[in-house]
């Protein structure tokens, strides 16, 4: 493996660097209890990747087992315990646990612990899944149900192929 072609090409580099802090307000919540931090998306990372902190509730939530055809994506536990699905078989991932998942892998994830926890979800390339989020978001807050198309749909249209 090699390095990729660069993609920067003046003579000196620039500064343009992008801090956000700790405290920098949620993002996005949902009905369920988890709140979602726009780390840096494909937007602002120029289509290089998609990175969020995803902050779950007590209550159980998660989706289903599913694939992207886009995309890989990686799990990275921070807090709590969540379990994982690599397309075989759960795992319960703790802190510091590391789940990634190449473009077509069948995986899921779900906090069925009945406590907080959180973990960082890395896109590569950085699609763009906040109106995804934002869509899922907008459905629980308000009660809104869908039919079986409806979710296929919404899927499709989101790059998530539910098996």
Known sequence: MSYPEPRYLAEAGEHSGVLRTADTPTDLSMASGTQVHYLGTGG???????????????????????FHRTMTESFYVLS???????????????PGDFLFVPEGGVHAFRNESGEPASML?????????????????????????????EWTELFLRHDQYMV
């Open 80 to 94: 709590g315990t969540i379990r994982l699905f690599n397309g075989e078989k759960w795992a319960e991932g703790r």
């Open 121 to 149: 979800i890395l896109f590569t390339p950085g699609a763009p899944r906040e109106a995804y989020f934002e869509e899922l978001a907008d459905i629980s807050n308000t009660g809104r149900q869908l039919g079986p198309e």
């Open 44 to 66: 602002s990372t120029n289509g290089a990747f998609g990175l969020y902190r995803w902050e779950m509730g007590p209550r159980p939530s998660g989706p289903g087992a599913h």
